[in-house]
């Protein structure tokens, strides 16, 4: 069973900085995209940051400037500055392989405090 594991997150105050880390089970060279995506209670599970084997890198409008992916072969950081009380949420690590296969880390929670 393929497996994301996950490090980081945690507790900081508004304006702080944190990362999260994320390490896959995978050949390097099957992963042709790794990101972010976090989920506030009651709310979509929404993409945060990606990074593909090209080098192409998405960030999402509401953490634009604030955020960055950077990714190895088969692991993925997003440093998050500046963070704001509407930063917090669980964060998810996903791998999604040329083959089009998902797999999902199992979330870490991001909280941060005004």
């Known amino acids: 069973q393929v497996q994301l594991v996950e490090s980081g997150g945690g507790l900081v105050q508004a304006g702080g900085s944190l990362s999260v880390s994320c390490s896959a089970d995978?050949?390097?060279?099957?992963?042709?995209?790794m990101g972010w995506y976090r989920q506030a209670p009651g709310e979509e599970r929404q993409l945060v940051a990606a990074a593909s084997s090209a080098g192409r890198r998405t960030v999402a409008d509401p953490v634009k400037g604030r955020f960055t992916i950077s990714r190895t072969r088969n692991t993925v950081r997003l440093q998050m500055n500046d963070l704001k009380p509407e930063d917090t949420a669980v964060y998810y690590c996903?791998?999604?392989?040329?083959?089009?296969?998902?797999?999902w880390g199992q979330g870490t929670q991001v909280t941060v405090s005004a």
């Open positions: 996903y791998a999604r392989r040329s083959s089009g296969d998902l797999y």
């Open positions: 995978l050949p390097g060279f099957t992963i042709q995209t």
